[in-house]
Each structure stands twice: as structure tokens, then as C-alpha cells.
Nanobody, 117 residues
Framework: QVQLVESGGGLVQAGGSLRLSCVASRSFFSINVLGWYRQAPGKQRELVAAITSRSSTTYADSVKGRFTISRDNAENTVYLQMNSLKLEDTAVYYC???????????WGQGTQVTVSS
């Protein structure tokens, strides 16, 4: 079992920045995908960004050029740097650790990001 704990959410004005962190309770598995998802009220949870154990990244079109995902394996941490925030970025952001091919994944409890005008 792996616990994921997110932090860094909060209230920010449009155009501002936040950095989310997600710390795992143990070292990352050798083959894994770390992701940030978000869920706005009344909407489905969606993938924001993901990074593989080889540091290959993918982003949702809506955040490309504004968000950056990174990982620090020594600290068992994944980050999401969010710049040029927009009102539509308001959501609960969740950290996810997935083990491809095994069918196991873990979720954090979520952190609220609210962007105001």
C-alpha cells in the first residue's frame, strides 16, 4: 500500500502561480506513471499531466505551455508547477501513482485550487 499526500493548493488570482507537491509513503516502483488529475464541480475527473519513470511527460491540451510536471525520485515526490492560472483551472487536484501492466493505482486525498478573478 502506498499513501500519497498532496499539498500546495490554495486561492490565487488569475494569472498567478501555484506549485503542487505529492509525497509518497515509500519509494516509487521501478516502472510507474505519476499523474495529476483534477475534478471541477459537476465535471468528470480529468488527466492534467503525467510523467513516466523515464520522465516522459504528457499534458492535457488545456494546460500545455502553462503547467509543468516533474518528479524527484530521491524524495518520492512529484510536482505540478502551474503558471498563468485561469478561472477554469479551479478544481480539486489529485495525485495518482499507477503501475502499468499490474493494474494497481493509488490516489491522494486531493488539494483544492481556486482561481479568482
Amino acid at each position: 500500500q502506498v499513501q500519497l499526500v498532496e499539498s500546495g493548493g490554495g486561492l490565487v488570482q488569475a494569472g498567478g502561480s501555484l506549485r503542487l507537491s505529492c509525497v509518497a509513503s515509500r519509494s516509487f516502483f521501478s516502472i510507474n506513471v505519476l499523474g495529476w488529475y483534477r475534478q471541477a464541480p459537476g465535471k468528470q475527473r480529468e488527466l492534467v499531466a503525467a510523467i513516466t519513470s523515464r520522465s516522459s511527460t504528457t499534458y492535457a491540451d488545456s494546460v500545455k505551455g502553462r503547467f509543468t510536471i516533474s518528479r524527484d525520485n530521491a524524495e518520492n515526490t512529484v510536482y505540478l508547477q502551474m503558471n498563468s492560472l485561469k478561472l477554469e483551472d479551479t478544481a480539486v487536484y489529485y495525485c495518482n501513482l499507477r503501475r502499468p501492466g499490474i493494474g494497481v493505482e493509488y490516489w491522494g486525498q486531493g488539494t483544492q485550487v481556486t482561481v479568482s478573478s
